[in-house]
């Protein structure tokens, strides 16, 4: 195991999903479990984008692995996907639940997150995936802010579940990102990082604009905030090379045999 406990390879990601189906935390929406008014107008706007966010389709993104598969040969990384985007649809589905119960309305549109899947559809699998992984780092934050920004049980419940489950997200993607990324030659891979490094600093701008009031309640300054993704980027770039380190030396992923299928 090179590091803490996360699968390795796309038939341990599918059952890892399989297995954490099965392993949620119980959420408890109890009728006296309303929030005040002055935390809704802090936290109502900004839950109702993050709830738009977890409920994409991601039907490009599966397109778009579906090319990449069909040159490559790794159905179980397929697999591992639809299991991947139902788990960000549950996080919806939680979300949802909660503004239903507190009577906050849910969004159909919203500006960064049509722009956000904008450049996802515009962009090649690698790329995408980037711009995912910008998502997942910052999310791990931000659900840290919501779960100390209300006093909801239910709502503190659902953060912590999100907060385990993007952990493994970002893994998956970074091991994804990882596959992705040795299809292209060390120029055009700088220059995706180049491009990967100044997303995510403008997500970051974006994020705090729209989410400022969760982010200062949980005692966050712009600067703190800052430093915290900047903290989960550094992680990142560590991860990704080790997952680098562990696809060379392990075995070509397009290799590995389809247990998922059986
Ligand atoms: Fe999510
Ligand atoms: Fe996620």
């Known amino acids: 195991m090179y590091k803490r406990d996360y699968p390795e390879n796309w038939n341990d990601w599918f059952d890892y999903f399989e297995t954490n189906k099965d392993c949620l935390l119980d959420i408890t929406f109890a009728d006296d479990d309303i929030i005040s ?7 109502g706007q900004s839950v109702a984008i993050f709830q738009l966010g977890e409920s994409s389709e991601g039907r490009t993104f599966i397109n778009k ?9 790794n159905q179980a990384y397929m697999k591992c996907l639809d ?14 639940t909660f503004m239903n119960q507190q009577k906050i309305p849910v969004l159909r549109k919203q ?5 956000f899947r904008f450049l996802r559809k515009c962009l090649d699998l690698e790329i995408e995936i980037r711009v995912l992984i910008c998502a997942e ?7 840290h802010s919501l779960y100390d920004a209300s006093h909801s049980p239910a709502l503190k419940t659902i953060c912590r579940q999100i907060m385990h489950d ?39 701008a974006v994020v705090w604009m729209d989410h400022r009031s ?10 703190g905030f800052h430093k915290l993704c900047m903290r989960e980027w550094q992680a990142l770039q560590s991860d990704l090379k080790e997952h680098a380190k562990l696809f060379k030396k392990t075995t070509r992923w397009n290799q590995v045999t389809i247990r998922a299928e059986v």
């Open 65 to 73: 692995a579906r090319e990449f598969v069909a040159r490559n040969g």
């Open 137 to 143: 780092l910052i999310a791990k934050v931000y659900y």
């Open 214 to 223: 969760v982010l200062k309640s949980s005692g966050l300054s712009i600067f």
């Open 166 to 204: 993007e952990d493994y997200h970002v893994q998956f993607q970074g091991q994804a990102l990882a596959l992705a990324k040795s299809a292209k030659d060390p120029m055009r891979q700088s220059l995706a990082h180049f491009f990967h490094y100044r997303v995510y600093n403008a997500a970051i």
């Open 37 to 43: 008014l002055q935390t809704k107008l802090c936290i």
């Open 83 to 96: 299991l991947f985007i139902k788990e960000e649809h549950r996080h919806a589905d939680n979300l949802k």
């Open 111 to 115: 500006w960064t997150d049509s722009c």
